[in-house]
């Protein structure tokens, strides 16, 4: 990192849309961000100079915690997962979502004790493996990276902890919520030494997003 530029790690994907439209209110520049471009790095002179780095979400916090990045924008749940040891800044409401507990439709009315001892397919296990031990409860815990809702269908788990946001894509594979584990908004993230030695524009950019969301630019989300 150089202290004349102000490196900001961008979740592509569904939380793309809502960042570029508070960067606008932010009145920093936009310009060939987009979901489809094939660039990865945008630089912007000015005071100070502004770059992006488009990352996936679940590198984000990666960026930032090794420096590569100062700020970074991602998800609560990502953040939660990794626990990396960066700065979190700012609730920025938007990308709303949550971490459950989902079972085939056939268990739907168990109670959550009847999974001790079940199998647990997640993209998430160390919020599943961190979750199920505060309730006392010993599962075995399968990481995969996608289609999650597969698992119980094809016999790898008994039930899912995955993250949803409408619960059609539950519905549609024939799985149900049991029980919400925790609910996920975009967060702000920041480097600890770049906290520090670049304070002075962080930190108004972050007063700005904060008097940004208190504004209601979001709350249609």
């Known amino acids: 990192m150089t202290q004349d530029y102000i490196t900001i790690a961008l979740s592509k994907g569904n939380l793309l849309k809502p960042t570029i439209k508070l960067l606008k209110e ?10 489809d471009s094939r660039a990865m790095i945008f630089d912007f002179k000015g005071s100070p100079n502004i770059k992006y780095i488009m990352c996936r979400p679940t590198d984000v916090p990666a960026y930032v915690e090794h420096g590569a990045a100062d700020i970074g924008i991602v998800g609560k749940d990502v953040i939660m997962e990794q626990a990396k040891d960066v700065f979190e800044m700012v609730d920025l409401k938007y990308g709303y979502c949550r971490v459950v507990v989902a079972v085939p439709n056939e ?7 009847d999974i001790n001892y079940k199998r ?4 998430f296990p160390t919020i599943a493996e961190k979750y199920f031990r505060n309730e006392g409860l010993q599962v075995e815990v399968i990481k995969l990276h996608g289609n999650i809702e597969l698992a119980p269908l ?16 539950l519905r549609e594979n024939n799985l149900g919520e049991l029980v919400k584990i ?3 908004t975009t967060r702000v993230i920041a480097n600890r030494v770049s906290y520090r030695t670049k304070h002075k524009h962080i930190q108004p950019m972050i007063e700005e997003m904060q008097n940004v969301v208190k504004g209601g630019l979001f709350d249609e989300n």
């Open 26 to 35: 932010l009145n920093l520049p936009v310009e060939g961000l987009a979901e």
């Open 107 to 113: 268990l739907q009315g168990i109670n959550l004790k």
């Open 120 to 123: 647990v397919a997640t993209k």
């Open 154 to 169: 094809m016999g790898l788990s008994d039930v899912i902890v995955d993250l949803v946001s409408t619960g059609r894509t």
């Open 182 to 184: 925790m609910d996920s």
